[in-house]
């Protein structure tokens, strides 16, 4: 008989995705925006801590494939840049209001489209939709009739992270895992 019983060890699948990630000044001023959106719009404000900008969405991956993302992404050289998050919206569909960037410096697409590669470079399926750069303030928004007046916010961005997606009781959290420099 085989005496060589493999001991694998199931380590649960982890929900991950690549983000840039705002300092806490500029994630305040996104959360008191979030607050005016909401006043004319209704919905549910993203915690101040969660707010981020998703750069490539990753899904549920074991611990390799992890490993695989992390040592690949330490290999990426992409340019800082600035946003101009001058752009308030509203998804219909999923509900969401937003802020974005009007006219994103081409190093954002391009931080992402390596990134992309990098994933599936590591396994995981091609992303079929157009990166479509936005940050949620708010979910559950049934229709914007308008939206408040605000200044454009400038976010100079020099570092992109892995984060985790955890559901709990109390809601979404999301953890920075890693943080890699722009250049
Ligand atoms: P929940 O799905 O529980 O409502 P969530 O959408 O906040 O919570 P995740 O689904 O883990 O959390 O998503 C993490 C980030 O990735 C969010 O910014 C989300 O908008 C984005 N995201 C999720 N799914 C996709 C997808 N299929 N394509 C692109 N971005 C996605
Ligand atoms: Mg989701």
Redesign the pocket.
């Known amino acids: 008989m085989n005496s060589e019983i493999k001991h694998t060890k199931k380590v649960p699948a982890r929900?991950l995705?690549f983000?840039i990630w705002p300092d806490a000044a500029l994630s305040r001023r996104l959360d008191e925006l979030a607050g005016a959106v909401k006043k004319q719009a209704g919905g549910r404000v993203q915690k101040r801590e969660?707010i981020?900008l998703?750069l490539r969405?990753i899904?549920a991956v074991d611990a390799e494939t992890e490993q695989c993302l992390v040592e690949a992404a330490a290999t990426i050289r992409a340019e800082k840049m600035q946003l101009n998050l001058d752009t308030l919206g509203f998804w219909p569909r999923p509900r969401v209001a937003w802020i974005a960037p009007g006219q994103p410096p081409a190093a954002l697409a391009e931080l992402a489209a390596k990134l992309e590669a990098l994933c599936v470079a590591c396994g995981i399926e091609a992303?079929s939709?157009a990166f479509a750069p936005h940050i949620?303030l708010l979910?559950k928004v049934r229709a914007v009739q308008r939206m408040p007046e605000f200044s454009p916010l400038i976010w100079p961005v020099d570092e992109f992270v892995l984060?985790l997606?955890e559901?709990l009781q109390e809601g979404?959290r999301?953890t920075v895992l890693q943080r890699w420099s722009l250049v």
């Open positions: 929900r995705f983000a969660n981020h998703t969405f899904g992303e939709r949620t979910r984060a997606s559901t979404v999301y």
